[in-house]
């Protein structure tokens, strides 16, 4: 999913360490609402590791990002998994 959004809401900054291998980890879920559309799309997508840091966006913002769509399977059951992979500035209209 590709587009232009605006930025609903920003979740607190999580971070910790993996249980598996110690390797620390960082997570921000941020909350992005398609702009210019009839009926638009919503989405609640995480950033990770460094995208964090570099996600400089704050509510009302418009950004333009690429949000991956995935499952996850845990102990049987599936989840849905939203990423945000790709942003910038929705003024900036070079290609991506």
Do not use: C, H
């Not at 607190?12 to 398609?34: F, I, M, P, Q």
């Not at 559309?37 to 333009?64: H, I, M, N, Q």
Request: cysteine-free; proline content about 2%; glycine content about 10%.
């Amino acid at each position: 999913m590709e587009g232009i959004f605006r930025v609903k809401a920003l979740g607190e900054v999580a971070s910790g360490a993996s249980k598996r291998d110690g390797r620390t980890w960082t997570r921000r879920e941020v909350w992005l609402e398609e702009v210019n559309k009839s009926y638009p799309d919503e989405v609640w997508a995480s950033l990770t590791g460094d995208a964090v840091g570099r996600f400089g966006f704050v509510v009302g913002d418009k950004v333009r990002a690429t949000v991956a769509l995935g499952v996850d399977e845990y102990e049987g059951r599936r989840y849905q998994r939203a990423r945000v992979v790709r942003f910038e500035s929705a003024d900036d209209l070079r290609p991506f």
